[in-house]
C-alpha cells in the first residue's frame, strides 16, 4: 500500500469547565474556528471532518459544522468511550494517508455536565455495570491490587494529583487551576478507596479540534508542521477469566505498536499526555510505556522524572486530573497540548527542546476488557 | 436456559434481583451460582452467554460455580447511583474454575481472603424496592 505522510497544521480548543447553558453545538465550533484559524485554512479546503463523542446523541459533528456552515463534506462521528476523538484522530490519519482526503478536520467534544454531576453513566446492558461497577471503583480495585503487589503507598499514589494539579495551575485552558499538596489530597474526601476525590479527574465540557493534511501540503498552511510518527488504535480482548490489573494489557500492546511505527522507544519521548482518570492510571501506564521499570512507578515520579526539568515530562497539561475530562474531548485535546508543545507554544509550561511527544487516550467500563479501546498517536517536529 | 437479557425483573415478593436466573437454590437450600461452560472449547463464564466469547460455539450448557473464591481485588465506594448504599464494598472473586467474578462484599475481606457465596439486599430503588442480588461474604478463619 502506498501511503503518504500526515502532518498537524492546526489546533484549538476552549478551556476545560462546566458551560450548563451552552449546547453542544456551541460549545464545539469555537475550537474548530480556532483550529481553522490556527492552521491558516479557508473552509472550503476542509475535505472530510471526523467527530468524537461518547455521549453526544446523534450527528454531533453535523451539528457543530452547521453552525458555521462547514457542511457538505463527509462527515463520520465516532463513540469509543474515552478514545472518541483519538480514535477519530487516527480515522483522519488513515484517509489523509491514503490519498482520500486531502486536509482533514477533528473534533472531539462532550457536555457532561448535562448529568448534573456524579460518576458518569455506564452501559447499563452489562452485567458488572447492573451488579455496581463504576469506573472510579474499577480503577481503585487496580490501585488496591498495585499497592498489594509493589508496596505502593497511600502518599506516592496522591503525588500524581499533585503533580498534575501543580502543572494544571499553568495551563489557561485547564478546569482545575489552583495546587494542592499531598495532605489536601489525601484529606479530601473518600471516593472509592484508596481514591480521595481529588484523585478523580473531574466531570466537565469541553471540545478540541484538530487541522491535517498531507505532509506534502503542510507548508501551504504553516512553516511548522508538526509529523504523526505513528497513529495506533488497539481494541481490548475480552477474557472471562483472570486477568492482572496491574498491567493495562490493551496499552502495553498499542504502545509497542505505536514506538514500531514510529521507529522509536520509551527512551526517545520528551513529553507525554496520557489517560490519568484516576492517580493509579498515570503509575500504571508509566509501567506499561516502559518509562520505568514494572513495579517502580511511585518511586519514579518521586524522583520528578516525570515533570518540568525530568527526562519526560507527563501531563504538562494537567492532564485529566487537573485539565479535566470531558470524556470525547481529551484524546483531540491531548494533540492540541503536544503540538502547543512541540511547537514551542506551550508559555509558562514548555517543555524544553521537546521534539518528541507521545498522546494516549483509553476506556471504557465493560465486563470481560481492561479497556474496551485505546488511541495512540507519536508527534514529531 | 435463562439468558442475560431475562435479568432484572421485578420478583413477586416485591424485590429486584440483579442476579435473575443466574442465583439459584443449591440442593442444600444454600445460594447457588450458574454459569455457562461451553461443550467445544470448555471455557467457562459468569453468567452464562448463549454464545462462547471464545470460539463462537452455541453449544452452551450450564455449569454450578464454586461457592468458595478468593478476593483478587476489592474497595470501598463512596459515590455512585442512588440504589447503592454508601459506603458499599465490591470485588472480583477468583473462582477454582478460572472465572472471576464481580460482586458486591461482605464482612470487608482483603485481598487473598477467602470468601463464600450468599444472597442479600445489595441495594434499595428511590420507591423503597430492595435490590437483591449474590453476595460474597468473608469466611471467619
Redesign the interface.
Known sequence: MSTRGVSVVGVGMIPFGKYPERSLADLAWPAVKAALADAGAAPKEIDAAYCGAAFAGMLAGQRILGRIGLTGIPVVNVENACSSSAAALREAVLAVRSGESDVALVIGVEKLSKFGGGTIPLEEEDWEVRQGLLMPALYAMRAQRYMHEHGLTREQLAAVAVKNRKHGALNPDAQMRKPVTLDEVLASRPVAEPFTLLQCCPAGDGAAAVVLCASTLARRFRRDPITVAASHLASGKFVPGFRDMTTPEITVRCVKEAYEEAGLGPQDLDVVELHDAFTIAELIYYDAFGLCERGTAGEYLASGATTFGGEVVVNPSGGLLAKGHPVGATGAAQVVEIVRQLRGEAGERQVDGAKVGLTHATGGGIAGFDHGACAIHVLTR | MRR?SD??GALAGGEIS?AGGALRSGADGGAMLVGGRCHACD?????AYAVC??CMGEDVGEEAMPRRGVV??????????Q??PK??V???V?LAN???L???LRGDPP?GAEVELDHDV??RDPDGTPVT?FVFRAVAA
Open positions: 442475560e435479568l432484572g440483579l471455557t467457562r463464564t459468569f453468567p466469547p471464545r483478587y481485588a476489592a474497595t470501598t465506594v463512596h459515590v455512585g447511583p440504589r447503592w459506603p458499599f465490591v470485588g472480583y477468583d478460572g472465572v472471576r464481580f460482586a458486591h485481598i445489595v441495594g442480588s
